[in-house]
Each structure stands twice: as structure tokens, then as C-alpha cells.
């Protein structure tokens, strides 16, 4: 896993969110720079598809979802879309190192929300591997963001 950098973190709050609310819709897209490091978390009442790189379509995207009286994180994945099963073992691969470090960014770069709702520290994150391919097609509790706290 990559050293999460926070000095390499560019955050912007788009329409319809301020740094501590709403809850819902509260949407996050991590995207990043291979060369530079660099990490764009965009934070928004929607996903913003105009930074996804459709190429490479190595993003994170993350959502909080109401769970009866309690909430759930989830986190989507895109593990092969458009590429073959050697791809998709290789991007698996990689999402799987890398998510920490995104759990990090996004728990970091959006600390004032989480400072203002320190349950959401505690709520399950749940990540969708999204595949064709059913050994990469999973579904899992990564933890809660106090394991990703700076």
C-alpha cells in the first residue's frame, strides 16, 4: 500500500454539501495522478463523472446509505467493466492495496463532517468489487473509518 500524503490531497465540496452536511446525499469520487501521486476528492450530492478518467475507470466512488436507524457506507469498484479476466486479476489486485489508502484520503479530507458526526466513525464500510466475472464479483466489510483515522 501507498503512504497516504495529505500534503497530495486536493479537496472540493461541489453543490448541495458544505464541510459537515448533509448526511445523505452525501457522495464522494476519489480519482487520482499515477505520475504525480496527486489524489481529487470530490465531494458532492452527486458523483462527479466529469473527473473520471473512462480509459482507465480506476476510481472510488462512495456513498452514505441509511441502514434502518443507523447508516452504512458503501464503496463501488470497478473491477473489469471493458477488460479480460488477466486485467481484472491485476486491477483487482491493485484496488485491493490501494483502498486503504483511500479510506484514509476520503476519512481525512472530509474530517469536519466527521468531526460534526462521530458516529459515522463506527458504521460498517461495505465494498462492491463490480465484476462479470464471479471471483472478482464480491462484496465486503472493509472495516469502519476509525481503522482509517490519520
Do not use: C
Amino acid at each position: 500500500m501507498s503512504k497516504f500524503n495529505p500534503e497530495k490531497l486536493f479537496i472540493e465540496f461541489t453543490q448541495g454539501v458544505t464541510e459537515t452536511e448533509p448526511i445523505i446525499p452525501r457522495r464522494y469520487t476519489l480519482t487520482h495522478t499515477d505520475s504525480t501521486a496527486e489524489l481529487f476528492l470530490t465531494i458532492g450530492s452527486d458523483y462527479a463523472f466529469n473527473k473520471i478518467n473512462y480509459s482507465m475507470r480506476d476510481e472510488v466512488l462512495g456513498e452514505w446509505i441509511q441502514k434502518e436507524s443507523s447508516y452504512n457506507y458503501n464503496v463501488y469498484l470497478l473491477v473489469d467493466g471493458k477488460f479480460n479476466e488477466t486485467t481484472a486479476a491485476i486491477r483487482d489486485t491493485i484496488f485491493r492495496r490501494e483502498l486503504p489508502l483511500a479510506l484514509q484520503a476520503i476519512r481525512y479530507g472530509d474530517q469536519k463532517f466527521f468531526n460534526a458526526n462521530k458516529e459515522l466513525d463506527t458504521v460498517p464500510i461495505i465494498v462492491f468489487f463490480s465484476s462479470s466475472i464471479a471471483k472478482y464479483n464480491k462484496v465486503e466489510n472493509w472495516g469502519t473509518f476509525s481503522d482509517y483515522i490519520v
